[in-house]
């Protein structure tokens, strides 16, 4: 024989999936928060266009008694809703509103989403 050759039951492969193991759980962790990031996204705006609906559907119930009342109704809506009333405005006897929603997640990534309702007498 020209060399010594070691058996494969004799080779040592101990440990060569632990560098590769960590990689693999930080990976799969930020897919996780990444994937649970963008549920929160989607809940903030689910709950801005629920808001916006109710700010307009209760702002068009006073838009006869003019655009402050109205506006104000909105605002009472949005503030106990958890939104911000950006924009209300009377045309005719529709309401026009827009709020906006600060979205939290657990990524440090600031965010707001936003939405547009509008109702009235038709």
């Not at 709950?47 to 700010?55: H, K, S, V, Y």
């Amino acid at each position: 024989m020209s060399g010594t050759s070691v058996p494969a039951a004799e080779v040592d492969d101990c440990g060569a999936a632990t560098p590769l193991a960590p990689a693999l759980l930080a990976a799969l962790m930020l897919v996780i928060l990444i994937g649970l990031h963008l549920g929160s996204v989607i809940v903030a705006r689910h709950r801005a266009e629920g808001a916006a609906d109710l700010a307009a559907l209760a702002a068009a119930g006073r838009s006869m008694a003019g655009e402050a009342v109205a506006c104000e109704r909105a605002r009472r809506v949005t503030d106990r809703m958890g939104v911000r009333l950006e924009r209300c405005a009377l045309a005719g006897f529709d309401v026009v509103v827009e709020v906006h929603r600060d979205v939290t997640g657990p990524l440090p990534v600031p965010g707001i989403v936003a939405a547009r309702a509008r109702a009235g007498w038709r």
